[in-house]
């Protein structure tokens, strides 16, 4: 299997990453002391590592080729297949969301606050990432600035319960709609942009609204934030702390279920359709007479319009919020999301968004090294396994030849 | 009148810089069609080697300018060999991927990169050492015009000299040259595409590297993030001049330099990066080639 070459290709490779990260990684000075900190043993890290590294990226390229070689279609890895067979058989299907739900009903019962928190984040970003996923799964639209709508569900629920105390459930339509809103107003002039300059000016908008809210003092109150932002209500109920978190966390299980059920069926309608045919291939759909900007318009505004629903329950969660919530970072962990959990794909999305929220909360020690993750998640997935953990499956209809019908 | 030219001069200073990172980004964009999200990182990797060189030479007690020459030589020798590695890694194994995939690996890659720094050295503002000393001949105009300044605005006219000269008159630059108007096309007359590809990276990031060692000794204090945003500046810079040509890379940083100098200058610095950012979206909106771009049109 490992040939002597392969070793010898590793060892260069290895070498040639510890002179790479030699400066960054091994000196560490101090100017104004003017001293000068050598971590020798960086260097060995770095030459296992990369070693090791250099033989698994090997090997995975060398399987990617075969399986390209193969190009067959239906003999994709395991887990994948098992994960659609279960969902095509309708018994299996009906036991695994029977399953699903009793857990997540038990759930606040069962763990503490704490954890209930950390689930309805998670939850929270369930949706989040399933509102990117129609915007860059479905149509195809690389969109960097996801979080500015996010920023604007959250400000306007902030400002409107500050200056004239409105509570939650008014102001969860107005900031979905508000944000949907800007989706268009953004989209309108930028949509007719390629797809990588999309990107640019998308992730350019998303900073242009961090920074008007950092420097728009009177506005926003500046980079201190607004604080004492009401909890949602229950039918005009104030509930205690604990109680409000949990309802919270239930509030977060039926929009994730609402969500799921919409985008499930948006997916299949005739606007699911378009978006997809969009992102194939925009020549073609336009011969078709599909309205290419108006479909991207939806696309886009139905994003921001989860994104800012979202937004309201995160202002409600913290009752806190400033600018710093919403730097590219946000936008990032959310695009990892959905390239992890596979684009387009509604189960791999959700998956995606549960390991990447819950994984770092329970692996504390691993928090700093959670961005580095991210980073390096996008770059394997994308030369590894662009399709995402679970793959979207295509709707297909076959034909059935009628063995019954008696025409001769 | 004075304020004016202060304004002008320190414009120029900065579409400078902005030049050097943006050429990198035209020069790519030019060859596979990709934007190098990760390329302000390799600036920001730039700017950390030249201060970590030039921090222990200082220690050790060399001159100011054998440690501006040869820090500036480590970062442009280790930003390239970062260049090189990230086109290896990241870009090419998805050559033939759709158009989404190599942009979301080269985010990726930059967030990757940012957080390597950040882990592997500080997330502090490291106060970068003033390398160039004032010049005596500067005093008279020092109020108006940095020594720093004038070492940059040279620095990076020598540079613009060299990369046209090496574009258009040498071999790898006839090549680079033919591969970027039809990669398929010059591979049939025999040009080793993947080479010239990798010679284009090692060229961007060297650039790259030779603006972060500059702007570090000109503000004079250095950060993990500092290349998010200036990446994201020169992007604008190659955009407004019309992203794939040279020239226009080099027209629209200095455009750009001025307009956020002037409009910070006479406006208000807290939107500085509003400016530039807005600037950006209008142009895309109003004439996405560029200024000195070519319509590209799309064919069946």
Redesign the interface.
């Known amino acids: 299997m490992i040939t002597f070459e392969e070793i010898k290709r590793s060892l260069l490779i290895s070498l040639?990453?510890v002179?790479?990260?030699f400066?960054?990684?091994v000196?560490?000075?101090n100017?104004?002391e003017?001293i000068?900190e050598w971590r020798w043993m960086?260097i060995l890290y770095v030459a296992v590592g990369s070693f090791v590294l250099s033989m698994v990226f090997r090997y995975f390229?060398k399987r990617k080729e075969m399986q390209a070689g193969a190009k067959d279609d239906d003999q994709d890895t395991l887990g994948q297949s098992f994960v659609h067979k279960i969902l095509s058989i309708p018994k299996y299907r009906n036991m695994l969301y029977g399953g699903i739900l009793i857990i997540a009903t038990v759930y606040p019962f069962v763990f503490s606050t704490y954890q209930i928190n950390i689930m309805t984040t998670a939850l929270m970003y369930v949706v989040l990432g399933l509102g990117l996923n129609i915007v860059?799964g479905l149509a195809?639209l690389?969109d960097?600035g996801y979080v500015a709508f996010y920023a604007v569900g959250a400000y306007t629920y902030a400002l409107l319960n500050h200056h004239f105390g409105l509570g939650f459930w008014i102001v969860l339509p107005i900031g979905g709609l508000l944000a949907a809103f800007f989706g268009i107003l953004l989209g309108i002039?930028?949509l007719?942009?390629r797809?990588?300059?999309l990107?640019?000016?998308t992730?350019?908008?998303g900073?242009?609204i961090r920074?008007?809210l950092e420097?728009w003092g009177e506005f926003s109150q500046g980079p201190s934030g607004i604080s004492n932002i009401s909890r949602p209500s229950l039918f005009g109920l104030d509930l205690p702390l604990e109680q409000a978190i949990i309802y919270l966390y239930f509030l977060m299980i039926l929009l994730v279920i609402f969500t799921i059920f919409f985008v499930n069926r948006l997916q299949d309608s005739r606007l699911g359709r378009a978006w997809i045919a969009l992102r194939e291939d925009e020549?073609a759909c336009q011969a078709m007479g599909i309205d290419k900007m108006k479909t991207k318009l939806v696309a886009f505004s139905l994003g921001a319009f989860w994104a800012g629903i979202i937004g309201v329950v995160f202002a409600a969660k913290t009752t806190f919020i400033n600018p710093a919530s919403f730097t590219?970072?946000e936008s990032?962990i959310i695009?990892?999301i959905v390239?992890l959990g596979g684009m387009g794909s509604i189960i791999g999305v959700i998956i995606g968004a549960l390991v990447l929220i819950l994984m770092p909360e329970y692996l504390r020690a691993l928090s700093?090294?959670r961005?580095?993750a991210?980073?390096?998640?996008?770059?394997c997935?994308?030369?590894f396994r662009?399709e995402g953990i679970i793959s979207s499956v295509r709707r297909t209809y076959t034909y059935k030849p009628q063995k019954n019908s008696n025409r001769s | 009148m004075d304020y004016f030219i202060e304004l002008f001069f320190s414009g120029l200073t900065r579409g400078a810089i902005y030049a050097l990172i943006a050429l990198g980004y035209t020069m790519v964009y030019g060859i596979i069609g990709?934007?190098n999200f990760a390329h302000g990182e390799i600036y920001m990797?730039g700017a950390?080697?030249a201060?970590?060189?030039a921090?222990?030479l200082?220690?050790l007690g060399f001159p100011a300018i054998a440690i501006f020459v040869l820090a500036g030589f480590?970062a442009v020798i280790?930003s390239a060999?970062?260049g090189y590695?990230i086109e290896k890694?990241?870009y090419k194994?998805?050559r033939h991927?759709?158009?989404?995939?190599?942009?979301?690996?080269a985010?990726?890659?930059?967030?990757?990169?940012?957080?390597?720094?950040?882990?592997?050295?500080?997330s502090d503002f490291?106060?970068?050492?003033g390398l160039i000393k004032d010049f005596q001949f500067m005093e008279p105009i020092a109020h108006i015009v940095g020594s720093t300044d004038l070492v940059i605005l040279v620095t990076t006219t020598v540079v613009m000299i060299l990369l046209t000269c090496l574009i258009k008159y040498t071999r790898i630059g006839k090549a680079m040259r033919a591969t970027s108007q039809d990669r398929m096309m010059a591979r049939l007359v025999g040009i080793n595409v993947n080479r010239i590809i990798s010679v284009t990276f090692v060229i961007g990031s060297a650039l790259a590297a030779i603006g972060g060692l500059l702007i570090a000794s000109h503000i004079g204090q250095i950060n993990f993030y500092i290349g998010?945003i200036a990446g994201?500046k020169a992007?604008?810079a190659a955009?407004l001049g019309g992203i794939g040509s040279i020239p226009g890379a080099v027209l629209g940083s200095v455009v750009l330099g001025l307009t956020e100098s002037f409009a910070t200058g006479y406006v208000s610095s807290?939107?500085e990066?509003?400016f530039a950012?807005?600037l950006?979206?209008l142009i895309?909106?109003f004439k996405?080639s560029g200024l000195l771009g070519k319509a590209d049109t799309?064919k069946?």
């Open positions: 040639w990453f002179f790479l990260t400066p960054i990684m000196i560490r000075v100017s104004i003017k000068v960086n390229m860059v195809g690389l960097l002039p930028v007719r942009l797809g990588d300059y990107a640019i000016v992730l350019g908008f900073e242009i920074l008007i420097n020549i590219f970072l990032a695009l990892s390239v700093e090294y961005m580095l991210f980073g390096a998640i996008l770059v997935m994308m030369v662009p | 990709l934007i990797i950390f080697t201060f970590i060189i921090t222990v200082s220690i480590a280790w060999s970062y590695t890694i990241a194994p998805l991927a759709p158009r989404l995939s190599p942009l979301i690996s985010i990726g890659m930059s967030i990757f990169l940012q957080n390597y720094v950040l882990l592997a050295q500080t490291l106060p970068f050492p998010f994201i992007f604008t955009v807290d939107y990066d509003v950012f807005s950006l979206v895309l909106i996405p799309q069946v």
